[in-house]
């Protein structure tokens, strides 16, 4: 598919296709209502935009579209969407009761702009590695901006892990969170934790 792709609710397309098909500096556009998933949408390593040239998930007009993972359990594999892949742009969507992350944002040099995170059963952005082999800063995520987000009533069945926001663990160098807001989360509003065995994460 060489240009932009519109999507609505049980359309033709599923998201998951349009993912793997979009060129670099096009756009897949989500009218809005409830779009209903049961297991993680992973945008994979190598399915790169470009530098100023970025793949764009975007919401069709001012509403924000669903994306509804309300079918999941609740568990540290059912993420609602991973970001592995670079120049990525996901704009004016909510992500909604994932069974663990709401987004895994595992890439670099990715835009995140004006989502809502809520409901989710663990952190509602998480920026982490995905790929586990990776075990030094210069291979995790980074350069990354996340900007006029909202995460809000995430939480996990042990009040324990659900952060609003989460930069930590295994977080690369450059990433930017502005103008993001975390309210009633049922852990941290913001988290940078990190682990001696993993090191120290990216200013």
């Known amino acids: 598919i060489s240009g932009d792709i519109t999507l609505e609710p049980n359309g033709s ?28 949408i992973v945008i994979a390593e190598g399915n790169n935009g470009n530098n100023g040239s970025l793949k764009t998930i975007a919401a069709l007009g ?7 993972f309300s ?31 709401g987004i895994l944002l595992a890439g670099n040099n990715n835009v995140i702009q004006n989502c809502l995170f809520t409901r989710n059963h663990d952190s509602g952005l998480q920026i982490s590695r995905y790929n586990t082999a990776y075990n030094s800063i210069d291979k995790w995520p980074s ?18 892990n659900a952060d609003g926001f989460a930069a930590k663990l ?12 975390a ?21």
Do not use: H
Request: hydrophobic content about 35%; aromatic content about 10%.
């Open 13 to 40: 397309i599923t998201l998951d296709q349009a993912i793997k098909s979009i060129a670099p500096g096009k756009t897949i556009y989500l009218k809005p209502g409830n779009y209903k998933f049961s297991k993680t």
């Open 62 to 68: 001012s509403e924000k579209p669903v994306l509804d």
């Open 71 to 101: 079918a999941m359990a609740e568990n540290s594999a059912n993420r609602g969407i991973v970001l592995a892949a670079n120049y990525w742009s996901i704009k004016g969507v909510t992500v909604f009761d994932a069974g663990d992350n």
């Open 143 to 160: 350069n990354n901006l996340i900007v006029d987000c909202v995460a809000t009533e995430n939480y996990d069945s042990t009040i324990e």
């Open 170 to 181: 295994t977080c690369g160098v450059g990433n930017i969170f502005r103008n993001c807001k």
């Open 183 to 203: 309210t009633y989360n049922c852990d941290d509003g913001w988290d940078l934790y990190t682990k001696t065995e993993t090191g120290p994460i990216g200013v």
